[in-house]
């Protein structure tokens, strides 16, 4: 059965200072990989997915992610968080070629310090 | 806005009853999901469900069951409650099978 790890239960960071969030998968073959961020009384709002291709992937609100097979992480960075950024980020696989079945990970809460 | 609207956004019951949670997708989206996101359990996908026919289901309990009507929205039925049913139940929905899910913003149930 696939799974993902998000190691970091919660991270806190000063404005302006960079950011990563990691996420390790564990599934046969490479799936389809995602970050969602949940603020709260929100739902969840899709930051960017890796299907295949460039192992680089960039988001939305400035935030990118490195696929790395070798290391079967996908970890998501940002140079300079903002105040904004603070919430819940979730890591989540599916298999490839099925439905949109996301295997969500524990969540990462990021807090900001002014 | 994601487009997918759920409802209600709260509801508050006691433990032995039976609630439906509501699920308007995406105009022109197909397939529906839904997830449950609990303190203990996290994030987990339960059912989906594409032009109405049920296809695929996850750790769903069967106290719960789900429908996909006509006009492609969906229902979330949940029944004999208990505490531990307190959560988050989010729809998402997506155009295909395989393609982008968009999510609501979420029915948070609290039995008591």
């Known amino acids: 059965a696939q799974s993902v790890t998000q190691p970091d239960i919660h991270i806190t960071v000063s404005e302006g200072a960079s950011l990563e969030l990691r996420c390790n998968y564990s599934?046969?073959?490479?799936?389809?990989l995602f970050w969602y961020v949940q603020s709260p009384g929100q739902g969840l709002q899709l930051l960017l997915k890796?299907?295949?291709?460039?192992?680089l992937v960039q988001g939305i609100k400035g935030f990118e992610a490195e696929f790395k097979r070798s290391q079967s992480s996908f970890n998501l960075r940002k140079p300079s968080v903002h105040w904004s950024d603070a919430a819940e980020y979730f890591c989540?696989?599916?298999?490839?070629?099925?439905?949109?079945?996301?295997?969500f990970g524990s969540g990462t809460q990021l807090t900001v310090l002014p | 806005d994601s487009g997918v609207t759920q409802t209600p956004k709260h509801l508050i019951t006691a433990t032995g009853q039976r609630v439906t949670l509501r699920c308007s997708p995406r105009?022109?989206?197909?397939?529906v999901y839904w997830y449950q996101q609990s303190l203990d359990q996290g994030l987990q996908f339960l059912i989906q469900?594409?032009?109405?026919?049920?296809?695929a289901k996850g750790n769903i309990l069967e106290r719960f069951s789900a429908q996909q009507f006509p006009d492609l929205h969906s229902e979330l039925n949940l029944s004999s409650l208990e505490l531990g049913d307190s959560a988050l139940y989010f729809c998402?929905?997506?155009?295909?099978?395989?393609?982008?899910?968009?999510f609501g913003q979420g029915t948070r149930l609290t039995v008591v």
């Open positions: 998402a929905s997506s155009v295909k099978l395989n393609t982008e899910a968009f």
């Open positions: 599934y046969g073959a490479t799936p389809y």
């Open positions: 890796y299907f295949s291709g460039d192992t």
């Open positions: 989540a696989v599916c298999r490839i070629g099925s439905a949109r079945q996301l295997t």
């Open positions: 105009s022109g989206d197909l397939s």
């Open positions: 469900y594409y032009n109405g026919e049920e296809r």
